[in-house]
């Protein structure tokens, strides 16, 4: 489980996103951090059940840097205000679709799938669903699926017109226009810092790993 300050130190670090005060609590990071670790390392054992290629990456690897990327943002906050990882057989930089963890007070939650691929690898995915639908609408519908992503599959961009070479009548046309393949299941403070944590994670990912099969099918 986390470190039972973590949330406790996001909430602050939000409050105080600066270099000084970063510095001034720098232990208490480095604790709650590698509470953050020591979890994503338990959750890829769980992972590697069903993702066997998951279970050989160090959890470093999967982890994101807390340091936020400021050359092109208007914000120049130097941290970010959340831990987070991401899961991919092929690693942390590959351009797959695979499996995220998002944890920040009061909106953590576990997600997956792919955020914005590139042009080709989009239309290998859209061509995919042209061809194969049926087999996404099984995904999709089950019961299992449905009850743990009851936002269903979500793009951050979508299309006004169909993309080139498909037609309005498409019976896959609303996921034909998305730019994103994306579902999520959001996590309460009290369920994230509980002993059944991890177990419910993992069972996020499980539930999610069709969906993900089904987009790297389509990107191999």
């Not at 990456?57 to 340091?67: E, H, L, P, S």
């Not at 995904?139 to 599959?153: D, P």
Request: hydrophobic share 35%; with cysteine; charged share 25%.
């Amino acid at each position: 489980m986390l470190h039972p300050a973590t949330l406790k130190f996001l909430n602050s670090l939000k409050k105080n996103n600066n270099k000084p005060w970063f510095d001034e609590n720098r232990k208490q990071y480095d604790v709650v951090r590698a509470g953050f670790i020591e979890m994503v390392s338990d959750i890829i054992k769980h992972i590697a059940k069903f993702e066997p290629a998951i279970g050989t990456q160090a959890a470093k690897g999967c982890v994101f840097r807390i340091n936020r990327d400021v050359r092109f943002s208007k914000d120049k906050s130097p941290y970010k205000s959340h831990f987070s990882c991401y899961f991919n057989k092929a690693g942390k930089k590959s351009n797959g679709a695979g499996y995220y963890l998002h944890i920040e007070p009061g909106k953590s939650f576990a997600g997956g799938g792919i955020w914005m691929p590139e042009p080709q690898v989009l239309a290998n995915i859209r061509q995919e669903l042209d061809y194969n639908f049926k087999n996404f609408k099984k995904i999709i519908g089950n019961s299992r699926f449905k009850k743990t992503f009851a936002g269903g599959v979500q793009s951050e961009e979508s299309l006004i017109r169909p993309p080139k070479g498909y037609d309005e009548q498409n019976p896959a046309i609303e996921f034909l226009k998305m730019k994103s393949f994306i579902v999520s299941h959001p996590f309460t403070d009290a369920r994230v810092l509980s002993n059944n944590f991890v177990k419910d994670i993992t069972a996020t990912f499980a539930a999610m790993k069709p969906l993900v099969d089904y987009l790297n099918t389509a990107i191999d």
